[in-house]
């Protein structure tokens, strides 16, 4: 085996198990479980859908406490996928580890928006 | 093993545009490179989802702002561009979903076999097509 330690160390490895392979099935179940959810809440509404039934579908406590916990799981499973697309293609582990960098950057950043738009409603 | 394998063409050195272009890809292979291209794509526009997250829902001056990207435009970007973009996102979120229902149920169930690989992949794309076209024609004011 290759020298895996001091600085020859591999800083963006796979971190080899199910943890992830399971994380992104759950993740998974749960925003198609949230997207059916946004989806029948609309189509039972009458008429047509303007702002009023578009906003009261975030309107009740439970609905944004489930909206932030889709938000959180859609990040970490976009980070998985994202990654994983990364490790396959991207081989030079200092280009690599550039855009793991962005990589959370850009989810964080977008999480963080999401959670504000959510949080003032 | 009692039969050997019948030799296999080997590739070293693959050229994207003379060797990737022979490559026959199974209805499989469609929906698993479709699946992170739609990925990614969605990743890659993760910002302008959350602007149309904030912008419909913030308030009703913000909601019409959102309704005139897709006809006045969004910055430079004319209107029907604003459209094709949301019209790709509707794709890519619809095959990421079917497809990855597929991959749950094959998943919980182990159908692992070459037929069911096939004809599930076979729904995913009708499924995912023919959606996007049905929803692209409202989106685009066709009925």
């Known amino acids: 085996m290759?020298?895996?330690y001091g600085s020859k160390r591999v800083v963006v490895g796979a971190h080899y198990g199910t943890r992830d392979w399971l994380a992104q099935r759950v993740t998974a179940a749960?925003?198609?479980l949230f997207t059916l959810?946004?989806?029948a809440k609309?189509?039972?509404t009458s008429g047509p859908i303007g702002y009023e039934t578009w906003a009261g579908v975030f309107a009740s406590q439970w609905?944004?406490?489930?909206?932030?916990s889709v938000l959180v799981g859609l990040f970490y499973h976009a980070w998985v996928g994202v990654r994983d697309i990364w490790m396959d293609y991207v081989k030079p582990p200092g280009i690599r580890l550039a855009l793991h960098v962005f990589t959370i950057v850009w989810l964080v950043g977008c999480l963080g928006w999401a959670i504000q738009v959510l949080w003032r409603l | 093993m009692t039969q050997l394998?019948?030799?296999?063409?080997?590739?070293r050195n693959i050229n994207a545009f003379t060797d990737l272009t022979t490559y026959r890809l199974p209805p499989a292979g469609w929906v698993s490179i479709l699946h992170r291209i739609s990925g990614i794509l969605m990743f890659l526009?993760?910002?302008f989802i959350v602007w149309m997250f904030d912008s419909s829902l913030s308030s009703e001056i913000s909601y019409d702002s959102f309704t005139s990207a897709f006809t006045a435009g969004l910055g430079f970007v004319p209107g029907w561009f604003v459209k094709l973009v949301a019209l790709a996102l509707i794709w890519a979120y619809l095959h990421h979903l079917i497809a990855g229902v597929r991959h749950l149920y094959m998943d919980a169930t182990h159908s692992v076999t070459k037929e069911f690989g096939a004809s599930s992949a076979y729904v995913v794309l009708a499924l995912s097509i023919g959606l996007t076209v049905i929803l692209g024609a409202k989106l685009f004011g066709l009925y």
């Open chain 1, 63 to 68: 609905m944004k406490t489930l909206t932030f």
């Open chain 1, 30 to 32: 749960l925003i198609a």
């Open chain 1, 2 to 4: 290759a020298i895996n």
């Open chain 1, 42 to 44: 609309l189509l039972l």
């Open chain 1, 37 to 39: 959810i946004v989806l």
């Open chain 2, 5 to 11: 394998n019948k030799p296999r063409p080997e590739f």
């Open chain 2, 45 to 47: 526009l993760m910002p």
